[in-house]
């Protein structure tokens, strides 16, 4: 006898209660009709959308997950469906899994392992469950888990002992560098106790800050790879397994490669940017061309996301601007197909040192100035966004937001900002990835040295380390919160060391101000990582 499981990988809405429900049963009749499976299994929390955050206190909230979840059941027939929901019982909630099955609520599994570190909160919203869930589907005795259930041992092994022959992991598990290697070695672990095969069912899709890769995937009872998904793609996939008496042993099928690094880290950008714009109802996006290495990445993954017909860029030079780079902002624009505007802040420039010159008088010309001229084309770039409902994404990047090399108002303005955590090395090894599928990016503009070009002759490391020294520093201090001490042992300049640690802690105002960006790394800037803006602590 075989058993097949249907697999939805899909792209959900938080919040979109109604919507979700529809996209479930769509999936369902799907994988019933076509692809012929006895279960489909989908992600963590699917009915709420991940991570529902503050949602889940609204009573109102939860009744319209309740009443969706009562309608899927009543509409389900000829296939079991397990599904993620945030349910309420008896005055206390938790993170869910039902499985419907002809017109009812066949079972529920509730999370036992909840997760309250970097971005997740579920000890605020949920209480765990202690119970394994083990239902019969078609002879076979099948293990429900949820997401950190299988990160630490416990639940699977509960299951197991339970009688399970099979267990299903219902997931929402965000993407970061090498997650893909980290989610198959923990399962990998929790088969080699429990000695059964495991179908990990992830989620895909932006949701604010964090993206969700998908890469679902099935091992078997040794731990072997049987299937899986690709990332970043929305994907209705099904695994079959052999089934010979207490014996249950997965089919090989379908296994995609994971992604290299810079292949990973450049999909969840798009998918991120795709995502935020499209779910929150902007037009497009907009964004300042500089002719610099960061805004001609942001422009290369804007268009990729929404096409060139939606994306618009703005070249604002001002007198310190080289022609350099208005060529090369040009001509990527040009390269890409997208609309651009040159709109030179030298007027406006000029009307604020005119309107501050009394105040500035005596004054000598200091980064004031400098900042006026990127404040200037925030206004514009604000400008272009509200009038054309396209969403303004800002260019600036991890290693620049994690020193404030970068202007309130100015380069900080915006919706969006794609290279948030992704540090200065990343983005040239980005634009490498990109030009070698296509060259898009002018090869001067990833060749030339970095600079802001806010005054004669300016570049990054005037102000900051190069970023070889500055990125590894960041990298430790921020992402793995080592100490000064630690750095230096890591062979880095005490005295640098130093002014960069400094430099971080001293501009968690500016971060706290800046527009929500997508995780890529282990720690990233935002909900994740929450420092003190005023804090008397010297590391």
Not at 136 to 158: H, K, M, N, Y
Not at 393 to 403: A, I, Q, R, Y
Not at 471 to 486: F, G, K, N, T
Not at 490 to 515: H, T
Request: glycine share 8%; proline share 6%; charged share 25%.
């Amino acid at each position: 006898m075989n058993l097949r499981i249907a697999i939805a990988q899909l792209d959900f809405l938080v919040g979109d209660v109604e919507g979700n429900a529809q996209r479930v049963f769509a999936a369902a009749v799907r994988a019933r009709d076509e692809l012929g499976a006895d279960a489909v299994v989908l992600p963590e929390l699917t009915l709420a959308g991940y991570p529902p955050d503050d949602l889940i206190l609204r009573p109102d909230f939860l009744a319209a997950v309740d009443a969706a979840l009562a309608a899927l059941a009543a509409r389900v027939h000829g296939i079991d469906v397990i599904v993620g929901f945030p349910e309420w019982r008896d005055g206390l909630p938790f993170n869910s899994a039902a499985v419907l099955r002809e017109g009812a609520i066949h079972r529920i599994y509730r999370k036992q392992t909840l997760p309250n570190y970097g971005v997740f909160d579920e000890k605020r919203h949920f209480l765990p469950g202690s119970e394994p869930c083990v239902f019969d589907l078609r002879g076979v005795a099948v293990g429900l888990t949820i997401c950190e259930d299988v990160w630490f041992s416990g639940p699977v092994e509960q299951a197991a002992a339970a009688g399970a022959q099979l267990v299903l992991n219902l997931n929402a598990s965000p993407f970061h560098v090498g997650k893909t290697a980290e989610r198959e070695g923990v399962v990998r672990e929790r088969i080699a106790a429990a000695g059964v095969p495991v179908v990990y069912a992830n989620l895909v899709g932006g949701q604010d800050e964090l993206v969700f890769d998908g890469g679902s995937f099935a091992m078997d009872a040794s731990g072997d790879i049987v299937f899986r998904a690709a990332q970043f793609a929305e994907a209705l996939e099904t695994v079959d397994f052999a089934v010979d008496g207490g014996t249950v042993r997965p089919v090989r099928a379908s296994v995609a490669e994971p992604l290299p690094e810079a292949a990973s880290v450049y999909l969840a950008l798009v998918m991120a940017i795709r995502d935020y714009a499209g779910k929150n109802g902007f037009r497009g996006a907009v964004l300042g061309l500089s002719g610099g290495i960061d805004s001609a990445v942001t422009l290369a993954l804007a268009v990729d996301a929404l096409g060139a017909d939606q994306v618009q860029a703005a070249l604002m030079p001002s007198r310190y601007t080289s022609d350099m780079s208005i060529e090369d902002a040009r001509l990527q624009a040009e390269t890409l197909g997208v609309v651009w505007h040159l709109i030179p802040i030298e007027p406006a420039f000029m009307s604020f040192l005119d309107l501050l010159a009394e105040p500035f008088a005596g004054a000598a010309a200091d980064v004031t100035e400098e900042n006026i001229q990127a404040r200037c084309r925030g206004v514009i770039l604000m400008a272009l966004s509200n009038k054309q409902g396209r969403i303004l994404l800002t260019t600036g990047n991890k290693s620049e937001m994690s020193v404030g090399y970068a202007t309130l108002y100015g380069d900080m303005a915006g919706g969006f900002a794609p290279l948030k955590d992704v540090s200065k090395l990343l983005v040239y090894q980005l634009a490498e990835y990109r030009n070698s599928i296509a060259p898009v990016i002018p090869r001067r503009v990833i060749e030339r040295a970095p600079s802001a070009e806010l005054r004669p002759d300016q570049k990054d490391e005037d102000s900051l380390p190069p970023y070889s020294v500055l990125d590894p520093i960041l990298a430790l201090y921020v992402e793995q919160d080592r100490s000064i001490a630690e750095i230096v042992a890591a062979g880095y300049p005490e005295d640098v060391v130093r002014r960069v640690v400094r430099l971080v802690d001293r501009n968690e105002y500016k971060r706290r101000q800046a527009p929500p960006g997508v995780k890529i790394t282990r720690r990233a800037f935002g909900r994740e990582r929450r420092y003190p803006i005023t804090c008397g602590f010297e590391p």
